[in-house]
């Protein structure tokens, strides 16, 4: 059966191959038409999961998509895109336009397999740990503990929660060599450990821990195990804030046999990819698109089918596809003041971070650690711990304590607003470092 699968993979591959030769992408940037946007149009041979790949490869140059126009109806997909740098900006860096034009162009891999963008990429120099379970006070310091006591060096990771789940990826070194690690034993206790950490508050809901030599994208994979993990699905009698939530709405458009995909909520860095990403897991196909996202709200508007050709069914299938395109764009939404930290990096830097952070009863609601050639790059939303919003004096002490050139401010404190002290979706790390033992696992050492 493998046989025939590889052998399937190879033909599929050959005959994309063949029709690109055949119909080669055909890129245009243009700065001169759009007063405050570069403009970015891309016609291309039409397949499945294609829109994607080039929103995913905007999206990771770290571009704002202000408007898209998509049309894919038959054979042929035909897309633009209005996009500025992160100040606002058109894009003007001569290598920056080049890398576009060779990753969207004929000589790209964009659309030659769907693999890049879902597969392991191999070669890497950490093995990548991808982890599923229930949310709570102190488990990334449990999960932390068990890498350290493993001789784990953690270079990178990416944690989200939504709804009482959490999901994280993350790349570890070994301590000694500074490679992948090898030794099966030790990855079979690492699986076992970390799901135990994962499993040990809520017996009911599964944990999952996945080790590989590899990492598919960061971003998509996390959007693919919560949805795996159905974080969209409520608790019966769970009171919401509606205020809140953006307004998703599913129609169908019997004239022309599509369904009507409406999306208004406030906009944030890579929403377009967010909800992008949902549909194309959900199997969904994106024939028509409108984007605005030119001001605080972001208006999205897609006609799409089932990848079988039909639009929704039933009202089931429509509730459905709203609440996972709503639990999308709620995962990466981060509360409280956004920190940066940018350091060489040393042994202990982020449990020092976290402890000053603690001592000054601030709360951090998500993080990002990367490390990039000895550089601590780490990215922390942090609250008050009591829910009342964050002191300015507080903040410019802990700047002082860590060196105000390392630790810098990167929003408004004045604009942030209270949030209850007990929400469920911020378990993690709002009690983050203050556990110090572990759950009856088979681990009875305790870590500082």
Same mark, same amino acid.
């Given at each position: 059966?493998?046989?025939?699968?590889?052998?399937?993979?190879?033909?599929?591959?050959?005959?994309?191959?063949?029709?690109?030769?055949?119909?080669?992408?055909?890129?245009?940037?243009?700065?001169?038409?759009?007063?405050?946007?570069?403009?970015?149009?891309?016609?291309?041979?039409?397949?499945?999961?294609?829109?994607?790949?080039?929103?995913?490869?905007?999206?990771?140059?770290?571009?704002?998509?202000?408007?898209?126009?998509? !049309?894919?109806?038959?054979?042929?997909?035909?897309?633009?895109? %209005?996009?500025?740098?992160?100040?606002? %900006?058109?894009?003007?860096?001569?290598?920056?336009?080049?890398?576009?034009?060779?990753?969207?162009?004929?000589?790209?891999?964009?659309?030659?397999?769907?693999?890049?963008?879902?597969? /392991?990429?191999?070669?890497?120099?950490?093995?990548?740990?991808?982890?599923?379970?229930?949310?709570?006070?102190?488990? /990334?310091?449990?999960?932390?503990?068990?890498?350290?006591? /493993?001789?784990?060096?953690?270079?990178?990771?990416?944690?989200?929660?939504?709804?009482?789940?959490?999901?994280?990826?993350?790349?570890?070194?070994?301590?000694?060599?500074?490679?992948?690690?090898?030794?099966?034993?030790?990855?079979?206790?690492?699986?076992?450990?970390?799901?135990?950490?994962?499993?040990?508050?809520?017996?009911?809901?599964?944990?999952?821990?996945?080790?590989?030599?590899?990492?598919?994208?960061?971003?998509?994979?996390?959007?693919?195990?919560?949805?795996?993990?159905?974080?969209?699905?409520?608790?019966?009698?769970?009171?919401?804030?509606?205020?809140?939530?953006?307004?998703?709405?599913?129609?169908?458009?019997?004239?022309?046999?599509?369904?009507?995909?409406?999306?208004?909520?406030?906009?944030?860095?890579?929403?377009?990819?967010?909800?992008?990403?949902?549909?194309?897991?959900?199997?969904?196909?994106?024939?028509?698109?409108?984007?605005?996202?030119?001001?605080?709200?972001?208006?999205?508007?897609?006609?799409?089918?089932?990848?079988?050709?039909?639009?929704?069914?039933?009202?089931?299938?429509?509730?459905?596809?709203?609440?996972?395109?709503?639990?999308?764009?709620?995962?990466?939404?981060?509360?409280?003041?956004?920190?940066?930290?940018?350091?060489?990096?040393?042994?202990?830097?982020?449990?020092?971070?976290?402890?000053?952070?603690?001592?000054?009863?601030?709360?951090?609601?998500?993080?990002?650690?990367?490390?990039?050639?000895?550089?601590?790059? %780490?990215?922390?939303?942090?609250?008050?711990? !009591?829910?009342?919003?964050?002191?300015?004096?507080?903040?410019?002490?802990?700047?002082?304590?860590?060196?105000?050139?390392?630790?810098?401010?990167?929003?408004?404190?004045?604009?942030?607003?209270?949030?209850?002290?007990?929400?469920?979706?911020?378990?993690?790390?709002?009690? /983050?470092?203050?556990?110090?033992?572990?759950?009856?696992?088979?681990?009875?050492?305790?870590?500082?």
């Amino acid at each position: 059966m493998a046989t025939v699968s590889y052998s399937q993979n190879i033909m599929d591959d050959e005959y994309e191959k063949f029709i690109r030769r055949m119909n080669p992408p055909r890129v245009v940037i243009d700065n001169d038409s759009c007063k405050n946007a570069t403009v970015i149009q891309v016609d291309s041979a039409n397949k499945h999961g294609i829109l994607l790949e080039v929103v995913q490869i905007l999206t990771d140059l770290n571009l704002v998509i202000t408007k898209a126009y998509i !049309s894919s109806d038959g054979g042929w997909f035909m897309d633009v895109f %209005n996009v500025t740098t992160q100040d606002g %900006n058109k894009i003007t860096d001569e290598a920056m336009l080049d890398y576009i034009m060779k990753s969207l162009g004929p000589d790209s891999s964009f659309a030659s397999s769907m693999r890049r963008s879902v597969g /392991l990429t191999t070669g890497m120099d950490y093995t990548s740990i991808e982890l599923i379970g229930s949310d709570r006070p102190g488990l /990334l310091s449990e999960m932390r503990a068990v890498l350290t006591n /493993l001789k784990c060096n953690v270079v990178n990771a990416e944690v989200w929660t939504h709804n009482t789940r959490a999901a994280a990826i993350m790349q570890v070194t070994d301590e000694e060599t500074g490679g992948t690690i090898n030794d099966p034993e030790r990855l079979s206790m690492m699986k076992q450990l970390l799901c135990n950490v994962l499993r040990c508050s809520n017996k009911l809901r599964d944990a999952k821990t996945i080790v590989s030599d590899g990492v598919s994208h960061t971003e998509r994979r996390l959007h693919q195990l919560m949805f795996a993990d159905r974080d969209y699905e409520r608790a019966a009698g769970e009171v919401s804030d509606e205020k809140g939530r953006p307004n998703v709405s599913v129609v169908n458009w019997q004239d022309r046999d599509y369904s009507v995909v409406t999306i208004r909520c406030k906009d944030r860095p890579k929403l377009l990819f967010d909800t992008i990403c949902t549909l194309t897991d959900m199997q969904y196909v994106v024939f028509h698109g409108n984007v605005d996202a030119e001001g605080p709200i972001a208006h999205q508007e897609y006609c799409i089918r089932h990848i079988d050709g039909s639009p929704v069914k039933s009202d089931a299938e429509r509730q459905r596809v709203i609440q996972c395109l709503e639990a999308a764009i709620e995962r990466r939404v981060s509360e409280g003041l956004k920190l940066e930290l940018c350091t060489t990096d040393r042994v202990g830097l982020l449990s020092n971070v976290t402890r000053i952070f603690r001592e000054n009863s601030l709360t951090v609601t998500r993080a990002e650690v990367t490390t990039r050639a000895g550089k601590a790059v %780490n990215i922390f939303y942090v609250r008050d711990s !009591s829910g009342y919003p964050v002191d300015a004096k507080i903040i410019e002490s802990v700047r002082q304590t860590i060196g105000q050139t390392i630790l810098r401010v990167k929003g408004n404190i004045g604009e942030l607003n209270p949030v209850p002290q007990e929400s469920p979706t911020r378990f993690l790390f709002g009690g /983050l470092f203050k556990s110090r033992s572990f759950c009856n696992f088979g681990l009875v050492r305790s870590y500082s």
